[in-house]
């Protein structure tokens, strides 16, 4: 069973940037997607990214494309996302998910295995 910790939120200007991790356990990791997704205050989990196992191909939410970008470390069983230029809107819970799969998926049914969650906050 992989077990997944996320980390790296804080508060932040709009426009700045900050380097969300997400460490799993477990050997097989690397042979697991991934994603992240994001709940803001009385709003529904949202999808923000998703990364494949072995081709590592991602898909982003259209209102994060250009300026989040996701990554793995399969050796460190890490992945990260790093989010920059942003803005007040992407405030929120951010979670790290994985599943046993190679294929990445945009809905968080999903996913099996999920992170505590790290707030972000952008302050304008």
């Known amino acids: 069973q992989v077990q997944v910790r996320d980390s790296g939120g804080g508060l932040v200007q709009a426009g700045g940037s900050l380097r969300l991790a997400c460490a799993a356990s477990?050997?097989?990791?690397?042979?697991?997607?991934a994603g992240w997704f994001r709940q803001a205050p009385g709003k529904e989990r949202e999808f923000v990214v998703t990364?494949?196992?072995?081709?590592?191909?991602?898909y982003y939410a259209d209102s994060v494309k250009g300026r989040f970008t996701i990554s793995r470390d399969n050796a460190m069983n890490t992945v990260y996302l790093q989010m920059n230029s942003l803005k007040p809107e992407d405030t929120a819970v951010y979670y790290c998910?994985?599943?046993?799969?190679?294929?990445?998926?945009?809905?968080?049914?999903?996913?099996?295995?999920w992170g505590q969650g790290t707030q972000v906050t952008v302050s304008s």
């Open positions: 998910a994985a599943r046993p799969s190679s294929s990445g998926s945009r809905s968080f049914r999903d996913y099996n295995y």
């Open positions: 990364v494949s196992s072995g081709s590592g191909n991602t």
């Open positions: 477990g050997p097989i990791f690397s042979t697991y997607s």
